[in-house]
Structures are given as C-alpha cells and as structure tokens.
C-alpha cells in the first residue's frame, strides 16, 4: 500500500516530516500506540483489582477449588455431596448447562423443521398458524418465557398425593415429572457398547456399498442395512446380558415420591423455554434454506428421471443445508448461551453454581473468568468444528 | 400447470364461486391437505374458545383481589391495579409523569431515526435528535434542575428503563462497534488482532456472564475511593456487548462495498477517513440498517437479563408487582401476558419495519 512519497527527481533528502508522512512508518507508529495504551489501560485497571482486593482481604487464585463446597446442589448428573469441593460442584454445573443444552438442541431442531416446513405449506391455515407461531415466540424475550413456564408448571399440575398418570408409570406432579426407569445393570453397558460397535460396522458396509455402486451402479440398501445391523447387535448384547426386566418405578411413599426417574421443574421450565423460542429461529433458518434452492434444480432432476424422494435426498436438501448449516449452528450456540438464564429459575447450571460459589468465597474474578472462558472455548470449539464443515459442505468450482 | 387451468379464472364468478376455488385450491387440495387443514381447525377449536373465555368472557378489570376472587377468567385488575408499579417501577409516584414524557420523548428519537431511512429529510436531523434528546431525558429522569425533585436512579425502573438501557446500549455501542469493525479490516496486524480477540471474545459468551463481571469487577477495577452505581455498570455491561455483534454487522456492510470504491478513494489521493467517510461509509451503513435494528431489536428483548442483577426493568417491576401482596401472586399469567404483549408489540412492529426497509433498500440495487 506504501505510496512514493518523493518523486524520483528529488534530491532533498528525507526529514522527519517525510517519515511521519510515510504510510508504513505510521502503520508501525499507530500499531505502538495502540499496544501502548492498551497495556496502559490494563495495567492501570490490574492494579486497582489488585489493590482493592488486598483492601479487602481477598486472596487471589485457584486455590478455593479444593475447599470443601458446603452448598446442596438439587440435581446432579455425578455424585456429588455438599462435602465434596467446589472444582467437582463446577463439574455438576457444567454437567447441567450440557444436559439442557444439549437435549434443547436436539429438540428445538426437531420443532423448527417442522414449523419451518410448514410456513412453507400450500395450506393456508397450516402456513397461517405456522407463522403466529414463529413471530409470536421469537418477538418475546426468552427471559419472560422462562419465567413463565416456571410459575406454570407448578401450579398446573397437582400435588405429588393426587399425580397425573397420563401414561402407565409416568407421573406429572408439582414437583416436575417421574419416569420409570430400568434398575441399571452390566446388560446395559453390554448394550452401549454394541451401539457404538454397530455405528462403526454401518460406517464401513455404507463406505463399501458407496464403492460398489461407483463400480457396478448396482445400489445397495442401506437404510435397511444399517437398521438391521443396530437392531441386532444392540438386542444381542441385551440378551446376552441376561435381558433384565427390573424396573425402577415412581410411586407415593410418605409425602412424595420415589424411585423413577424424577425431571424437575426447574429443568422442564428452561428446556421448554429455550426450545420454544430457539425452535422459532430454526424455523426461519430452514425456511429460508429450503427457499435458496433454485426451483431449477427440481425440474433438473425430474429432467434426469431422478426420483422426487432421491431428488429430495440427493439434490435438494445438500443445497439447502449449505445454506442452512451455518445459521443452524448460531442458533445452537445461541441456545448453550441462553441456558445461562437457568440462574433466573434456580437450575443449578454453570453460571448458576459459578454464582454459588462466588457468593460464598468472594473469588468473583477468579469464578467468572471459569465459566466465561468454558463458554468462549464450547464457542471457539462449535466455529472450528464449523469451519472445517463449511470447507467440506463448499461448493467446489472450476 | 394444468391443474391451474382446470380453475375458473380469479377475477370472474360470484363472491361465493371464487371462495369455493380459493379453497379447494388453498385448503383441500388432496387428501392430505384435507387431513391438515380439518386437523388444524379442530386444534384451533380446541384452543381459542377457552383462551376468549378467559382472557375476555369471564374476566375482569376490577382492581381489586376480591373483585377477581370472583371470577372464573383473567384478573386484569392485576395489572389495572398496579398499572403504575408495573410501567414505572419503584419511581416517586407523583413524579411518574417525568419518566412517562421521558419514555415518550425517547420513543419519538427512536421511530425518527428510524423513519430517516424511508424519509431522507429527516436524515439531517437524526444526530440533533439524540444530541438534543438524551440530556433532556436525563433531566427528566434525575432531576435536580429547573425544579425538578432530584430522584436517584435505584428508583428508575420499568419500561423506561428497559427502553434506555437498550437504545442507549445500541447508540454507544455504534460509534464503538465501528471502530471494532475498521479494526478487524485494518492492515495493521495488531489492531486486526486487538479487535478480533475483542469481537471473539465477546460474542462467545453470554450476555449474563458480561452483566456479572460488569456488577461483580467493575468496582473492583476502579481506584479507591471511585464507585459507580449498579445502573450505569450495567449500562456499559450492555454496551460492551452490543458493541461486538454491531461490529460483525458492520463488517457485513464492509465487506459489501465493492473492491473498486476503496480503489476509487485511493486514486483520488482520499486518506484514509476521507475516503471512509465520503465514499466507504455512506455504502456501507446504508446496506446494515436492516441487520443493525434487529440487533436494537435483540438487544431490547436481552435487556430484561439486568433482572438477575437485581435491578427492576420492565420485567422486573412486573414480577416486583406479583410479590407486592401474596394475593396477587396467583395471577402471574395475566402480569406476564401484559408484558409479553407489550413486548411483543414493539419487537414485532420493528421487525416488520426492518423487514420493509430491506425490500425497499433492494429496490434500488434491482434497478
């Protein structure tokens, strides 16, 4: 970008003036003031910190993580007792974060394709109540949301002594809901293991059967397949195992109820609130992919003889998730990030146990910095992860 | 198409005839459809009858918890009852009609600059407006002057605040966001690094873990003796934020503006800010006034996180009403629909409006 500042008949020679004139020198100038302000600004900022603790008689670092924690946490996916320290309690809330996070994302994409796919309807009513649907839950801060399904389910459902049996086993009380659940067993490990073993032996047959067809044309069934090969080695291993029946079902003893698998309302309330309003997003993400696919692309395939449910499979929705995918993994993002408001109806996620402990030991910058820096890495891993995907998704031109 | 052509043309038969092929062609084209269609009145027969019942039929405004122990449907008396606490907060109650004239003063700025887009005469007047605006809103609401009781802002609350927590985020957040976004385009290696880290950082994590280091380390960062109150820390909590999602919206537009133009700057021997200013910029935020209100637009549904904080903005006061009396706490549905509706009111209408200018702004791209 350097332009001559002399030209070539010049002969003065170069002052101080015609340095500060060139434009690499004040690149370099710019860059140093910059650097140098900001380290100023840190310093000056690091200091007060470090002096203002020492005032209060705050102690700085990590070392607050061995101490013992004190504080119950009411849903843990680990063990964990108020004796245990606080590294395992932060643990719990990661845990926690992760759990709603992930089921969130896994349910919000279901709904909004749904909902995404019926805006696009020819009906007219389905499109028209897909659309309140959409622009009523994402106009409403997801905050108000939360808080509300938090007062509801509570008061919607009754007492523990009077539950709802909507289904056999399943009960809905005002302490949130109890599924039953089998009594754990090896025949369950057994059968976890089959899974991943069976993903791998699909991986491979769905790589050879690709192969052959390139060679031969010939295709191979694979859905089938690989439905088969899950199925069977999965209900191998449970009959292996000796196929428990033990179940571990919720019922009434004493002024609640035990046993099951108990969902609190805490963890309903953000689950439902983050999937409602995220799943309005997602609708739009995939509406607005199933529309970037030019209608040409259709008549191209039908033009081929192609298949419309292959059409569909092979033509039309590669393109559509080039575009969607991107947008897509915002909106996960965004959901992990929101779980956060968890704090607002006291899940114990990680924010909310960060606050806890900050609370209780006054290492506000050493808990803060915990859980923003496990956010920005969750981020910084879901950009990578995307980025290498884009590269592979990428339209290759000449 | 040739089901289409087996269609009586639109325009001719009776209302009647035309309704019939606009349903069949709209409502029971196929099985299917047919299925949906009578599927989704039933849902909506399900649905409405008992929410119009509620919310309208067997409800009432009296203001009072045994006027609504009476009822069977919705107690607005709820909200009619503690309107002011509701809308206001916990600001002096014969004052209330400063944050009143404040919040309409500061929703007449924003619907201006906003206007300005579609009404280029009003351009002009966008930066007089907020200049002029935001130190008469601060006198409304801190008084002190002219008269004015002087009221501390832990008192503000309500929608007031949450209409100038956001539009104030969003007004400093521009200036800020733009430099970020000059930043990360910048050839110089360690203002492009500064910023990126900065933009990086801050859209990876929650705005909630932003508001607690704003009210838990700020104080700490300030030298003896300075304090600054809860209010303001999360006022520069929430610029601090927006600042780095307007910088990505920015660098959109940016990154829009043809190679080209930056050359044409060049060639006419422009600096650098001249030629931002005269040719890049001018481009450049024409094409992000569509993405920059939403961003107001999530900004103004974010600010009701300030509630974990523990300050009252609209959501807040609607939940400080709820604890007033334990009576009232039963009626958390209707305080809630009354401020999703009001929230839902304003998002909806900005984002209909954002919706319109980016039509409008590609008109003239089309040509």
Redo the contacts between chains.
């Keep these: 970008m350097s332009k001559p500042q002399n030209a070539p008949g010049d002969v003065r020679s170069k002052g101080l003036v015609d340095y500060l004139n060139d434009e690499n020198v004040r690149a370099v100038l710019y860059q140093i003031i910059a650097i140098g302000l900001i380290v100023f600004a840190g310093w000056y900022l690091v200091s007060n910190t470090l002096y203002n603790l020492e005032q209060q008689n705050i102690s700085t670092g990590y070392g607050f993580l061995d101490l013992e924690a004190g504080f119950g946490i009411s849903e843990s996916m680990i063990q964990y007792s108020p004796q245990s320290d606080y590294a395992s309690a932060l643990v719990v809330g990661l845990l926690n974060t992760v759990k709603v996070s992930l089921l969130g994302i896994v349910l919000c994409t279901i709904i909004g394709i749904i909902f995404g796919v019926a805006r696009l309807s020819s009906n007219w009513i389905v499109r028209k109540l897909a659309t309140v649907y959409v622009e009523t839950f994402r106009n409403i801060p997801v905050l108000l949301q939360l808080f509300f399904w938090y007062a509801l389910i509570p008061s919607a459902f009754p007492h523990p002594r009077d539950a709802l049996e909507p289904l056999p086993g399943v009960l809905l009380t005002s302490r949130g809901m109890y599924m039953p659940v089998p009594v754990s067993d090896n025949a369950y490990t057994l059968m976890g293991i089959a899974a991943v073993i069976a993903c791998v032996v699909i991986y491979f047959v769905k790589k050879w059967a690709k192969k052959r067809q390139d060679a031969t044309g010939q295709p191979f069934p694979i859905v089938l397949a690989g439905l088969g090969i899950f199925v069977g080695l999965v209900l191998a291993a449970y009959l292996a195992g000796g196929a428990p029946t033990e179940m571990s079902i919720p019922a009434l003893k004493g002024f609640n109820i035990q046993g099951g698998y108990n969902i609190s309302p805490e963890f309903l309330a953000v689950l439902i609130g983050l999937t409602v309003y995220t799943s309005t997003y997602v609708a739009e993400v995939v509406r607005s992919g199933i529309q970037a696919v030019p209608n040409g692309q259709w008549e191209a395939a039908d033009s081929l003889g192609i298949k419309r449910s292959v059409a569909l499979r092979k033509v039309i929705l590669p393109q559509s998730m080039r575009v969607a995918i991107p947008p897509l993994t915002n909106q996960y993002l965004n959901l992990t990030k929101n779980s956060s408001l968890a704090v607002a109806v006291g899940y114990p996620d990680l924010v909310s146990v960060s606050n806890t402990t900050m609370n209780q030991t006054g290492q506000a910058i050493e808990a803060i910095s915990i859980f923003m820096s496990i956010y920005l890495g969750l981020s910084l891993l879901t950009s990578l992860f995307m980025n290498w995907f884009n590269k592979k998704m990428a339209l290759v031109e000449r | 198409m040739s089901e289409n052509a087996k269609l009586p043309p639109m325009a001719t038969g009776s209302f009647a005839e035309r309704a019939v092929a606009w349903s069949k062609k ?2 029971f ?1 196929g099985w299917f ?1 047919t299925i ?2 009578l599927g ?2 039933a ?2 027969l399900w649905l409405i009858p008992p929410i119009v019942e509620w919310a309208i039929v067997n409800a009432t405004l009296s203001p009072t918890i045994e006027g609504c122990a009476e009822v069977t449907g919705a107690c607005w008396g709820f909200v009619n009852a503690n309107l002011r606490l509701i809308l206001f907060g916990t600001y002096p109650f014969d004052e209330q009609w400063r944050p009143l004239l404040a919040m309409i003063v500061l929703m007449g700025i924003i619907c201006g600059s906003l206007g300005a887009v579609k009404y280029p005469g009003l351009r002009k007047a966008i930066i007089p407006m907020w200049v002029i605006g935001v130190p008469v809103i601060s006198v409304l609401m801190w008084g002190g002057v002219f008269g004015l009781t002087y009221v501390q802002n832990s008192y503000w609350g309500g929608l007031p605040l949450t209409l100038i927590l956001s539009s104030i985020g969003v007004i400093f957040a521009f200036p800020f966001g733009l430099l970020l976004a000059l930043g990360r385009q910048s ?5 492009k690094t ?1 910023s990126v880290v900065y933009i ?2 801050i ?7 932003v508001l ?2 704003a009210s ?2 700020f ?6 003796g300075v304090t600054i109150d809860k209010l303001l820390r999360a006022q520069i909590g929430i610029i601090l934020f927006t600042a780095a999602y307007l910088a990505e919206v920015f660098r959109g537009g940016l990154q829009a503006v043809p190679r080209g133009q930056f050359e044409a700057g060049d060639s006419l021997a422009l600096s650098y800010w001249q030629s931002m200013r005269l040719i890049i910029l001018p481009q450049a935020l024409r094409l992000v006034i569509p993405p920059t209100v939403n961003s107001f ?1 999530s900004m103004f ?2 600010t ?2 300030v ?2 904080i523990g300050l009252f903005d609209f ?1 807040g006061t609607v ?1 400080l009403a709820l604890r007033s009396d334990p009576a009232w706490t ?1 009626y ?2 209707e305080g ?1 629909a009354f ?2 509706a009001i ?2 009111l304003i ?2 209408s900005m ?1 209909k409006y954002s919706a319109y200018l980016e039509k409008e702004l590609r008109k003239g791209e089309r040509r």
Excluded: Q
């Design positions: 709209n409502l084209d459809n949906l269609t989704s009145i849902f909506l050839h110089m290696p360690a203002i500064v990086e950082v859209r990876g994590v929650p705005l909630i873990t607690f280091m838990v380390m104080p700490l960062f300030l030298p003896d637009i549904k974010d009701t996180l509630v974990i959501l939940k039963k958390y549905v809630y401020a999703a929230f839902f998002c909806f984002a």
